[in-house]
């Protein structure tokens, strides 16, 4: 039993380092505001001021100093309508993003782990490729794509150019020379969608590959439809990897801030980008965390709610195989 | 790997994958070519490049190397490598030089204390900040003999209204950067970006203080109000103008300028600068009702080790040769008239970006140092942009 404590002490040292102690500075900056140092104003017989600091010592200088003192003010000021909007457009996009990225997705993962299937491993490692590369990358190769001045606009124009019948028609139905499929919530959530898929195939895979190969015989040996034995037996064992599927993209998704500067160009702000402006240009880090706790106890809504799916459908799963 | 190699359908794919990528890249290769031939840049490629010769200076008279040095803490990529050496070279001081990406960065440096600069260049509203906390030290004018050079109408500015504290190192503006082959007329007002005819042609700055600066100026009132009367204009005007805008967009901006992305874009003048020097189509104005001027320039730190080595390193920079060639890499409009002369007045003078007319120049304006309400941009901003 010893030996097992020394041996996890340097993992609950990191754990402490790197996930206590930021936790705790957030809950601070989210709990305090500054302040200007109080200080009180004397004027000296001569007409000219000095000023008195709380604890005793005088300047001649007016302080500028700043301290940290505890306040709900962030909080009361997170509740106000555009904060609360922001959110709720966030989570919006990201069940949306989910949503698309579990039905695409989930066949997928079903198509690679198919029996008539040949080589679902370089399969599997064509999908992943592209993830090796950094996601800001493959954005901007998005942004690229989709411009006014992209690649798709560019081929539509050439297209456009040779069949002057189509570019006619298409000017009739009122479609500009040059399409806008950038700066709008969809192509926010087509970033999203494209950078978080594999998240969402990898578990579903993993658990679908699993599933004993025997119970879909049986099932198709005693007469079920390849549908029934989906539905009874596929699906059933594979939520599992579904929830963890869908925990892996909602998450990033309700918290990401550069996808939507870029493919939104900055028309569709998410909570992220507001948390990140707090750190960086505005330098309020005291609001900042504020929003960061909103968001944290948004995500842990979201874990808990979807732990309790899991551990619900525990007890059924024998008796619907059966 | 030897057996997906020797499949038909890998091959097949392949070929596939690689006609796509003709397609995307190889086919805007040859587009380019076309416009190429068209406007002819090939000859004034060739004119820029003779033209763009390093300006050079080489040291007087170089002496031995002292022991003795100072510490300059600057922006990055903002200064002539050569001339550090050239200074090193002549005054036996050595430089030990590091860059900050912000002023806030910087600002946190100094104002904890744990390090000392002898020489940093902060913009204008960050020097009035640490003038008023006492972060600075008065400079000796006896011992920067150059600062003759620097045009008084750079200087005396409200960060610094006595010119006791700061010698300006480069400044610039705000203004319009506009496509000349796209816009129906060179704009001259800020009223562009409320214009109908531009609708979703047009980027703002992404950047609270910057864009809330300019709504402003376009609704008439100071462009450091902080009048809360003031602001709800602004605040409206920016609401207003949504549908108008394309993007809110920062860095990006440039690229997208260049590539042609949208007729105008509400730019700082030194990325200006930058996408004029590539593309021809690109021009720069600073609209007739004023704008935002700003300055980055040198000041010494209170807590300064070295500063006899500081008042030198600034009367050097102020020279008229090394200015010239600094400038000749940096390429942001330098308040230095002699320096100007020497590399050459009419060149200089023909960008819209070093020379806005006077009377515009008079009503710029540069922003002041608004301590804790610098918030109230902030949050107008974010309910700006996070209206839908």
Redesign the interface.
Known sequence: MMRNKALAAPFVLWAMIFIVVPLVMIVWYGVTIEEPIPYTEIVQPDGSVIYQLEDGSRTT?KP?QKRAVFSLNNFRRMLEP??L??LL?SLKVAVITTAICLLLGYPVALILTGRDFK?PA?WLLLLILPMWMNFLLRTYSWMSIL???G?LN??IA?LREAIPALDEWLLSMGVRRRI?F??NENAVILGMVYNYLSFMIMPIYTVIEKIDKSLLEAAADLGASPVKSFLRVTLPYSLPGVLEGITMVFVPAVTTFVIS??M??????LIGD?IQ?QFG????WHFGATLSLLVMVVVLAFMGALGRIDKDDEPHKEVRIL | MKR?LKKKGFWIALIIALVFVY??FG??GR?EEIIGGADGPTAIFVAEEEESEPFAVMPANPVEMTGETISVYNWGDYIDSDVIDIFEAETGIRVIYETFETN?DMYAKIAMGGSSYDVIVPSDYMIERMI???LLQPINWNNVPNVKNIDPRFTHESYDPEFKYSVPYTWGTMGLLYNTETVLQAPDSWDILLDEEYR?DMFML???RDTMAIALVMSGHDLNSIDAADLADAKKLLIDQ?PL?????VD?VKD?MI????SVALVWSGDATFCMSESDELNYVVPKEGSNIFYDAMCIPHNARNVSGAEKFIDFMCRADIAAANYDYVGYAIPNTAAIELWGAEEYNASPVNNPPQDTLEKCQVFRYLGEN??LY?QIW??V??E?
């Not at chain 1, 240009?281 to 309020?284: A, I, L, P, Q, T």
């Not at chain 2, 590539?259 to 949208?262: D, F, L, N, P």
């Open positions: 200088e500028w555009t904060y909007r922001l457009r080589r370089l411009e006014n001045s690649i560019s081929w050439r806008i950038l700066y500067q870029l939104g160009g900055g028309k569709v702000p507001i402006n240009k505005s330098s309020d | 997906i397609l995307a086919g805007s587009e806030e008023q906390e006492e979703m992404n950047a609270p949504k805008v394309l993007a809110y967009v990006e997208k590539a042609g992305e949208a610098t918030k902030d974010t309910e942009i996070s839908f």
